[in-house]
């Protein structure tokens, strides 16, 4: 009999402790939960403002103009408040849940807030073990911003006519066809955005292969003097095709400016430069690669080609300015050597090129 005592006295004191517990934990979770409105209503308020200010940045930027920009402000403030009101509905009805069943281990799903936090007794770890007390995990459905990345990088093409500017003379008077003279040139960019919250000013870096082409005019062609320098002398028959060529290997630096395409969602931020105007102002930098000269002409009916790779005297040193302009991937481009063509040349001459420029 006083074992029986003994078991029911032991029994009914568990019940009370147990029921002091769950009581106990119920009361904290609703504290929890209560923090959680308070937690809600404070981060989408300093969601609208970052939103606010970003907005009031495209103004600063010319992007937009203000008028539109109230309108996004006032359609922000909007979703935010919404997001507030349901959000704080969901809470609201896990009190009354728990008010109601006093439901052990309660699941509090914090939406976008990261985490799960589980509060209660008698729950399993990922180990599958027994816990008590407070387990915090991060919640793998948790939506991420993906932001715009801040480098993207193009394949460069150009082409165009190329000359030269001599020193006293006009372009006119130049001695190479305006016609015949063409350059080429292939490279790679990356194209870097150099404000975060703003695509409107990057930084376009990369490296490129120039092959400049002057074609003397008047039967003419270089010719290597023992002094060390280039000249063009007439040739002993008549030509078909007199040209020199000169490949540079050159690392091009631009800042381009222009405006973009802004989109934002709640899962990720774009910037695009889709059918958008935009200018890059910049040089170039590097060194000459080789340059060959190339003749066709007739001997007694036979044709004849010669291919001559020599130096000419030409500056191994390239350095000049490039510009740019045009809209999305079309673009005139227009560069102009800093550096003289011939090295110790009695009259100087810079090479200058123009034509259009693809970035793929």
Same mark, same amino acid.
Request: hydrophobic share 35%; no cysteine; charged share 25%.
């Given at each position: 009999? @006083?074992? /029986?005592?003994?078991?029911?006295?032991?029994?009914?004191?568990?019940?009370?402790?147990?029921?002091? %517990?769950? =009581? $106990?934990?119920?009361?904290?979770?609703?504290?929890?939960?209560?923090?959680?409105?308070?937690?809600?209503?404070?981060?989408?308020?300093?969601?609208?403002? &970052?939103?606010?200010?970003?907005?009031?940045?495209? %103004?600063?930027?010319?992007?937009?103009?203000?008028?539109?920009?109230?309108?996004?402000?006032?359609? *922000?403030?909007?979703?935010?408040?919404?997001?507030?009101?349901? @959000?704080? *509905?969901?809470?609201?009805?896990?009190?009354?849940?728990?008010?109601?069943?006093?439901? $052990? #281990?309660?699941?509090?799903?914090?939406?976008?807030?990261?985490?799960?936090?589980?509060?209660?007794?008698?729950?399993?770890?990922?180990?599958?073990?027994?816990?008590?007390?407070?387990?915090?995990?991060?919640?793998?459905?948790?939506?991420?911003? /993906?932001?715009?990345?801040?480098?993207?990088?193009?394949?460069?093409?150009?082409? !165009?006519?190329? +000359?030269?500017?001599? &020193?006293?003379?006009?372009?006119?008077?130049?001695?190479?066809?305006?016609?015949?003279?063409?350059?080429?040139?292939? !490279?790679?960019?990356?194209?870097?955005?150099?404000?975060?919250?703003?695509?409107?000013?990057?930084?376009?870096?990369?490296?490129?292969? =120039?092959?400049?082409?002057?074609?003397?005019?008047? #039967?003419?062609?270089?010719?290597?003097?023992?002094?060390?320098?280039? $000249?063009? =002398?007439?040739?002993?028959?008549?030509?078909?095709?007199?040209?020199?060529?000169?490949?540079?290997?050159?690392?091009?630096?631009?800042?381009?400016? !222009?405006?973009?395409?802004?989109?934002?969602?709640?899962?990720? /931020?774009?910037?695009?430069?889709?059918? =958008?105007?935009?200018?890059?102002? !910049?040089?170039?930098?590097?060194? +000459?690669?080789?340059?060959?000269?190339?003749?066709?002409?007739?001997?007694?009916?036979?044709?004849?080609?010669?291919?001559?790779?020599?130096?000419?005297?030409?500056?191994?040193?390239?350095?000049?300015?490039?510009?740019?302009?045009?809209?999305?991937?079309?673009?005139?481009? %227009?560069?102009?050597?800093?550096?003289?063509?011939?090295?110790?040349?009695?009259?100087?001459?810079? #090479?200058?090129?123009?034509?259009?420029?693809?970035?793929?």
């Amino acid at each position: 009999m @006083r074992t /029986i005592t003994m078991y029911a006295v032991v029994l009914l004191t568990l019940f009370i402790v147990h029921n002091a %517990v769950a =009581q $106990e934990g119920n009361e904290s979770k609703i504290e929890l939960l209560e923090a959680q409105k308070a937690k809600i209503t404070k981060q989408e308020k300093l969601a609208l403002k &970052e939103e606010v200010e970003a907005i009031s940045k495209r %103004v600063e930027n010319g992007e937009i103009t203000l008028d539109e920009a109230n309108a996004l402000k006032m359609k *922000a403030a909007e979703k935010r408040a919404l997001n507030i009101e349901n @959000r704080i *509905a969901i809470i609201d009805n896990k009190i009354a849940l728990l008010d109601r069943n006093g439901t $052990e #281990n309660l699941e509090l799903d914090t939406l976008n807030f990261g985490t799960r936090l589980e509060i209660g007794y008698g729950g399993r770890s990922n180990d599958g073990e027994r816990i008590f007390g407070i387990s915090i995990k991060e919640n793998p459905n948790r939506k991420k911003v /993906i932001y715009d990345r801040r480098t993207y990088s193009d394949l460069v093409v150009a082409i !165009g006519l190329n +000359n030269a500017i001599i &020193e006293g003379q006009s372009l006119d008077d130049s001695p190479y066809k305006i016609g015949g003279s063409r350059f080429f040139e292939m !490279g790679w960019q990356w194209r870097t955005r150099v404000f975060k919250n703003t695509n409107f000013l990057r930084f376009n870096y990369g490296f490129s292969f =120039q092959f400049n082409g002057l074609k003397p005019k008047d #039967n003419q062609y270089f010719v290597s003097l023992e002094n060390g320098q280039s $000249e063009l =002398q007439e040739f002993d028959y008549e030509l078909n095709k007199s040209k020199l060529r000169i490949d540079n290997l050159v690392f091009p630096m631009h800042f381009e400016l !222009g405006p973009s395409k802004y989109t934002a969602s709640e899962k990720s /931020i774009r910037y695009s430069l889709k059918n =958008q105007f935009r200018i890059g102002l !910049g040089g170039y930098a590097g060194f +000459n690669l080789g340059t060959r000269q190339k003749l066709k002409y007739e001997i007694d009916g036979g044709n004849v080609k010669d291919k001559l790779k020599r130096s000419y005297n030409t500056n191994n040193l390239i350095y000049g300015l490039s510009a740019y302009a045009g809209v999305e991937g079309v673009l005139l481009y %227009v560069k102009y050597d800093l550096n003289p063509i011939f090295k110790d040349a009695a009259v100087e001459q810079r #090479n200058v090129s123009l034509g259009l420029r693809f970035d793929l």
